[in-house]
């Protein structure tokens, strides 16, 4: 593990709030060059401390009006069964978000579909045709007050 120093938690904060922005403002914010702060980020990225840069879109303005948060029980709990379901996740390009969890469920998936058609089409291929699934339950999302990916530091 990289062990993160001041100037790394600060250069990780401000990147969290706005990954775009330029190099000599963000070199400023931090009180160091551009040069070391994309050393840094170079660093950072290489060891796997930033995943990647992205941005964060509004489901709701892209057309995704239903967001459901989906708990999954598997038929059983081997691994087997959970990389097969999981790479199933992966292919599916309305899934935000899947994890493992512990409790009386195997996944917690966060889904974010059209309208309820789509949510029930997914349902049905995923969720019901053949990926071992035993149970799942249905969340359906009514208002977004804090969405963050942000840690920090």
Do not use: W
């Amino acid at each position: 593990m990289h062990e993160l120093d001041k100037l790394d938690k600060n250069i990780l904060n401000i990147l969290q709030d706005n990954a775009a922005i330029p190099l000599k403002e963000l070199a400023a914010a931090v009180h160091s060059s551009p040069a070391t702060c994309q050393r840094r980020i170079a660093k950072m990225l290489e060891n796997g401390i930033i995943r990647r840069q992205a941005a964060l879109v509004s489901p709701q303005a892209v057309g995704r009006g239903i967001s459901v948060f989906v708990q999954v029980e598997l038929e059983r709990q081997h691994h087997n069964i959970q990389e097969a379901f999981e790479r199933a996740i992966l292919k599916e390009p309305d899934v935000s978000g899947c994890y493992e969890i512990s409790g009386d469920y195997d996944f917690l998936i966060l889904v974010h579909c059209t309208d309820m058609a789509a949510y029930h089409a997914f349902t049905r291929r995923v969720l019901t045709g053949g990926n071992h699934v035993r149970n799942f339950n249905s969340q359906f999302v009514m208002n977004f007050t804090k969405v963050e990916n942000k840690i920090t530091l």
